[in-house]
């Protein structure tokens, strides 16, 4: 099912309702009484409303036609009628100038609203008859006759008639046509609406008459630019079923099934519009069709197919559309197809279904009346498709025919014509309650229903709307017409009668209620309708003790009864709007829904509650029910942590006059003094209460907790392992001992002067200063800890790492001085060498001393020789010292002469070298021809060029470097080759 509520807004009543409601206001509500106490409709059928049930009478009107209307005086006497050809005077002769109206009787067959009647609103004797025709070229053409009723002796006469209505702006299509009138709120004015195949027309009707001059036009979802596929135009009598308005005039309903060729065409024509009454134009619509779907018929083909409402109609107070179903067929097929539905399925001839309007989108909308199994007539309530609301309130239809049976017992005609009503269409089905076959006819109303939508005098009511009270004053407002008036309401069972009376508020939502108004002649008529109420709720307070206690707390229920709470929405979620206000009578309020209070006074205290539901607010106030007796304040002090052994101190600080005094502990102590001694031995937490009684016999209790705790005790010696410098000289590691109970460490740092230059907090046994350049200075550390009672260890001795000072004698050997480690006793040096920091190291040799000489300091093809100090202790506690890197002097021997034999001496002229970088060796032959090139010390040359041995000869040579300074040398000389 589709959403309608985006249309109806009905899904959001109960909201735009409490909001409403939140102020209190003067509301009306309107129901136009009818004087049409007499119908005069097709085949010579008719009622009389004068009694009930009404009685049947017969009319001069032959034919289906829908185009009847009958006008009544006050008691019920007829003024005139009409059935769209000519208007009759009530005696039945055709008033003065009353023939030769420009009316299509054939299109009117179908059309369920072609005509109407409306009185004058300035003129109590003049009525406008507006009416229509389908012309031969297929064109609809509207006109209006006026009639003054003042005139020949009240008889009356039409003083003007086929009065066209221009349509100048795009004429209506002549497939289908409706006429009807909505009220112009708040101005005592009306809209004429033509409603056509795909657009509605709204004139406006006031005083002044009828505007043709500047018709406001909008579009309807009913569009057929041409006949159904197998059609022709002139076969489709598109002008079928109703174009109903709600009461309240928001709402419309445009119908019109298509019918041809024996078969009936399954088009979505059925749309709810949303009208705006005072700008004339639709402002919103929905498709109908979903609640219709379920339908279907039986053609004379025996096949199964979906048709759609003929008639529509709005119940009294709108809460209900009806909508008649029935079954189609050309005259040629007529009797064919109806004898196979009487033989096969009775019940599919006619549907008559109510929809409920605050149900729409949901698949209880929609519900069949006059379904077979009712226990109806033999195969169901056989309705016709006319409906019209009666004076006395209930919805009458058309329609049920007895069945005429040939000699071989089939369907071969009908006999007896009847009149159903619903007895109370306000009522939501099947309260509503069908009467079926209830009225035997004189004719055969089987189409027909009078238009009845003539409004001379309105019933009306209004209602002060007392939001958040038990009650709501509802009041007459009807038009001079009715003189006495009773509500009915709680279902039917309680009546009240008077112009202003009170109807009891039972529970929010709808106030439902029936209004029966009755004029001086006898005429009755009535109105069902409701009235958005909201019951006020009644805070109420549910208190389990009368009698409590001076610093205990007393406990207060809300036991408010209410049925209702507005939501808000906070974020992406609705949460209920309650609200709660405690007043405890001692200057403290609570905002709870259920509360605990504790007085710090004694006495008997008056205590409120205010309650709000979002929408209204009530409150209570109780009396001489809060009765608080004296005590005393509890309270002490004691320290809230110690250390085994540990003697704890309680001091009371209650307040007031205590006649005994009672502590405990969880561990089982306890003592009745008002300030005791309290001995712990064991490790734990430990609650504490105090117990004070008083004279009056009140107990108040106060509570505390205590840790203890295990310490290590004071003159704890802390060992610290090593501080020893990592990788890069960037940092020093610093590890010491974890001992039991401590909670912190504290380490200090001093740098050579003996300076505190660091004090860091650490809750681990290690520890990384950075970023420091521990080549050029080191520090001593030491640690202490903190135990879990407070106390702190001794200084551990402090630690400093080696810082190492490497001294290059020429190349000859390198002296290794360091300053020796702090906080190893007998340490042992290990010195250690590499090439580059990135390589292994290598032990070097050991002493106890603080310096050593490295007489093999030049290592081949080294550049420099890289030192760090090792210092280890007897229990294997290692610390590194920082690391010197000592470059090689930069240094070259070159030969005199080469002899490149391969006899393995000499066979190579290279020169020799020592720390050198940027290395590039050349010879040039004494003709300067670049003959052998390197640029590795490694690599000498061999003799050969091009892999060819060159003559003995004195070649030349020139060797570029860099030293240990980073200065670049050249080297110029020769060499003698010999072979």
Known sequence: MKNYYSILNLGFYKKCLFSLMLSTFLSTSICYGQYNNIWYFGNQSGLDFSSFPPKTISSNFPGYRHAHATVCNKMGEVLFYTDGNAIYQGNGQVMDNGNNLMCNNDFRDSSATSILIKQSVSDTNIYYFFYEEFTINKALVHYYAIINMGLNNNAGKVIDKNINIPLKLNQIPAFYGKINMVSNVPSKSYWLLLAGSDSLWAFKFDSAGLDTANPIKSSLKNTFASAPQG????????????????????????????????????????????????????????????????????????????????????????????????????????????????????????????????ALGTDSAARVINNRNEGFKTGGCDLGPGMALGPDG????????????DSKQQPAGYKNHYISYLEFPDKKYPACNLKCWAIKAQGEPWFAMPTTTYIPERMRFGYYNNACKDSVS?????????????????????????????????????????????????????????????????????????????????????????????????????????????????GDS?????????????????????????????????????????????????????????????????????????????????????????????????????????????????SASLKISQGFGTNLNLQMYMASVLNGDTAVAITWQSKPYTIKYLIEKKDQQNKIILTQTLNDTFYIDKPIDASKQNFSYRVKAIDTCGMASLWSSPHQPVLLHVVNQQNENAILNWSAYLGFNNALYDARYASDVSKPFLTLGSTINTTYADVNFIENDWLKKCYYINARQANLLESRSNTVCVPYKSNTFFPSAFTPNNDGLNDEFKPKTLGLTNYLLQVYNKYGMLIFESRSPAIGWNGNYHNEAVPADVYFYILDYTNETGESIAVKGNITLIR
């Open 394 to 405: 209930k919805l009458y239809l058309s329609g049920g025919r007895d069945v005429i049976y």
């Open 474 to 586: 509802v009041y007459n407002k009807s038009d001079s017409l009715y003189k006495t008036f009773k509500w009915v309401y709680n279902n039917g069972k309680d009546t009240v009668q008077g112009d202003t009376v009170k109807l009891p508020v039972l529970k929010s939502g709808y106030l439902r209620f029936t209004m029966l108004a009755y004029s001086a002649y006898g005429f009755k008529r009535s109105m069902a309708d409701s009235i958005p109420v909201l019951k006020r709720p009644h805070a109420k307070i549910n208190l389990t003790d009368t009698a409590g206690c001076q610093w205990l707390a007393f406990t207060f229920k809300d036991s408010t009864l209410t049925d209702t709470a507005q939501q808000i929405k906070q974020g992406n979620q609705y949460v209920l709007a309650s609200k709660w206000l405690w007043r405890f009578g001692d």
């Open 590 to 702: 609570d905002t709870l829904q259920n509360t605990k209070h504790t007085y710090t006074k004694s006495g008997i205290f008056p205590v409120q509650l205010i309650y709000s539901n979002g929408f209204c607010t009530d409150s209570i106030t109780v009396q001489n029910k809060v009765n608080i007796l004296a005590a005393p304040k509890p309270g002490f002090t004691c320290d809230s942590f110690a250390c085994i052994p540990a003697q704890v101190k309680i001091t009371d600080k209650s307040i007031g006059l205590v006649s005994k005094y009672s502590y405990t502990t969880s561990s089982g102590l306890s003592d009745s003094v008002a300030s005791p001694i309290l001995t712990f031995k064991n490790v734990g937490t430990y609650a504490i209460y105090q117990t004070l009684t008083s004279s009056t016999g009140c107990v108040t209790k106060d």
């Open 231 to 358: 059609g022709s135009v002139q076969n489709y009598r598109n002008g079928a079923g109703n174009f109903a308005v709600s009461k309240s005039g928001r709402f419309l309903v445009v119908c019109s099934p298509l019918r041809g060729a024996s078969i009936l065409y399954p088009f979505d024509t059925s749309y709810l519009y949303e009208f705006n009454a005072k700008t004339g134009k639709i402002i919103k619509y929905t498709s109908l069709n979903d609640v219709f779907a379920y339908n279907y018929w039986v053609n004379s083909q025996q096949s199964l197919m979906p048709f759609k409402p003929y008639n529509v109609l709005f119940s009294a107070n709108d809460s209900f559309l009806y909508a008649s179903f029935f079954c189609a067929c050309d005259a040629q097929d007529n009797f064919k197809v109806r004898r196979y539905c009487y033989a096969n399925s009775f019940n599919e001839l006619s549907r008559l279904v109510q929809v409920d309007l605050y």
